[in-house]
C-alpha cells in the first residue's frame, strides 16, 4: 500500500480546525486520530475502547502511512477530540470528502427524518435522549448531512437548518408530517428543490381538505379526469399487499379545495396512497396524504412516496443493527458535540460501504475489513479514501 498520505481524506479535513488548547505539546495530531477512528469503525469498532483496541492490534498497519511517533491515542483522547470538534465543520469536511468519492451520484430524491438516539438518555440526570434528523439521498443511498435536537418537537426548528447544510437544487425533498411547515415549503423552492410533505392530524385543515377532495373523487368515480391513478400487487411471504396512488394535478381544483392553498408555496400535486395489506384473513387499510410542488404521474409519486421510507430501512435500522447506535451512551457536553460526531462517523462509514458492490452483509464486510488489511485497503482504495 502506498504510504503517502491519503489526498482525497487530507484534502478534505485540512480546514478542520483541532479543538484542542493553542501552543500545547500533543502526542497525536487530528489527521491521525480522525483515520484510526475511520478505520476502526470500517472495521467493526463500535466504541472508543474498542477504537484503541483495533488501533493497537493494527498500529504496524497504520504506521505504513501514519507515523504515530507516540502510539495509538487512548480512548480517553479519542472521546476528548470528538466531544469538542465543532460538529457543522466536521460534518462539511465529511461531505467534501464523500462528494469527492462519490462525485456525480444521483440526488435526485432527498428524505429527511428524524431518530432517538435511545442510549443517549440518562434519566436518573434529566438528560433527554438525542435526536438526529438526518438527509438521506436515496438513489446513491448517501448520507448528505444531519443536525442535533434535544426533543422530537425541535425538529421543525432543525429541518432548515438542515436544508441550509446540502445541496438541494433540482431535487425532490420528502418530509414526514413533522416538516409539513409552510416555512419549509417555502425555504424548499427558495433554495431550487420541490417538496414532496407528509399530511397528517398537525396539520388537520389541510388535511380535512385532501380527504374532501379524494372523498369527492372517489364519490365521481373520478369521472373528472383530473387524477392520475396507478396501482401495483406484491406478495412476499403470505402477506399480499395492494397500493394504489392518486395524484391531483389540476390546480384550478386543489386551488378551490385547499383553503390555505396560497400559503403553500408552489403547491401543484395532491397525492394520496391506499396500502392494503392482507395476512393470514385479516386485512388492513393505511391511506397516506401528500402534498408536492413538483408535477408528476402516480407511478412517480408511489416510487417516491416508497423510497422515502429507505431512510428508516436503509440508514436508521442499519445503524441500529449494525452498529448499534441505540446502545451507544456516548454523550457529553450541552451541545451533545460528540454524540453528534460520532452520529456523522457512523452515517459515513455507512454511506461508504454501501458504494461497494458486494454479495456480502454490511455486518460482513466490517468483520473482514478489521480481520483482512488486504480488504480494508481494497475499500479505502475504492473510495479514495487512501
Known amino acids: 500500500m502506498d504510504t503517502t498520505p491519503p489526498a482525497p481524506f487530507v484534502e478534505a479535513f485540512r480546514t478542520l480546525e483541532d479543538p484542542r488548547r493553542p501552543g500545547r505539546t500533543l502526542a497525536h495530531n487530528l489527521h491521525e486520530i480522525l483515520t484510526i477512528a475511520l478505520c476502526a469503525a470500517i472495521g467493526g469498532a463500535n466504541d472508543w475502547v474498542a477504537v484503541e483496541t483495533f488501533g493497537r492490534a493494527k498500529i504496524g498497519w497504520f504506521r505504513r502511512f501514519l507515523p504515530l511517533v507516540h502510539g495509538i491515542p487512548s480512548h480517553d483522547t479519542f472521546g476528548r477530540v470528538f466531544a469538542h470538534l465543532k460538529p457543522a465543520a466536521f460534518q462539511a469536511c465529511f461531505g467534501q470528502w464523500i462528494a469527492d468519492v462519490c462525485g456525480k451520484l444521483g440526488r435526485a430524491h432527498i428524505a429527511i427524518d428524524g431518530k432517538r438516539l435511545a442510549g443517549s438518555e440518562d434519566a436518573g440526570a434529566g438528560v433527554t435522549a438525542l435526536h438526529l434528523v438526518s438527509a438521506w439521498a436515496t438513489d446513491a443511498r448517501l448520507s448528505l448531512g444531519q443536525v442535533a435536537v434535544d426533543d422530537k418537537s425541535n425538529e421543525i426548528t432543525a429541518i432548515p437548518k438542515l436544508l441550509e447544510l446540502i445541496e438541494i437544487s433540482g431535487a425532490l425533498v420528502s418530509i414526514d408530517a413533522m416538516g409539513c411547515q409552510k416555512e419549509i415549503a417555502t425555504t424548499i423552492r427558495a433554495e431550487g428543490g420541490d417538496y414532496l410533505l407528509a399530511v397528517k392530524d398537525n396539520q388537520p385543515h389541510l388535511r380535512a381538505d ?23 400487487e406484491k406478495t412476499t411471504r403470505g402477506r399480499e399487499e ?17 383553503r390555505d392553498y396560497a400559503l403553500w408555496k408552489d403547491l401543484t400535486s395532491v397525492i394520496v396512497v391506499v396500502s392494503e395489506r392482507g395476512e393470514k384473513g385479516k386485512s388492513q387499510t393505511e391511506t397516506r396524504f401528500y402534498i408536492s410542488s413538483r408535477v408528476a404521474s402516480a407511478r412517480q409519486f408511489a416510487g417516491w412516496a416508497r423510497n422515502h421510507w429507505g431512510i428508516e430501512n436503509g440508514l436508521h435500522w442499519v445503524l441500529d443493527v449494525v452498529f448499534r447506535e441505540d446502545a451507544s451512551r456516548v454523550r457529553n457536553g450541552d451541545e451533545d458535540a460528540q454524540a453528534e460526531n460520532v452520529g456523522w462517523l457512523r452515517r459515513m462509514v455507512l454511506s461508504v460501504l454501501k458504494q461497494i458492490k458486494t454479495k456480502s452483509s454490511l455486518n460482513g464486510m466490517r468483520l473482514k475489513a478489521g ?8 475499500i479505502l482504495l475504492k473510495i479514495k479514501g487512501f
Not at 211 to 220: N, R, T, V, Y
Not at 248 to 257: F, Q
Not at 371 to 378: I, S
Open 210 to 232: 385532501l380527504e374532501a377532495l379524494f372523498d369527492h373523487a372517489l364519490e365521481q368515480e373520478f369521472a373528472s379526469g383530473t387524477w392520475d391513478g396507478f396501482a401495483q
Open 242 to 258: 395492494l397500493r394504489q396512488c392518486w395524484v391531483l394535478t389540476d390546480v384550478d381544483e386543489i386551488r378551490k379545495g385547499v
Open 371 to 378: 480481520w483482512d488489511e488486504a480488504y480494508m485497503e481494497e
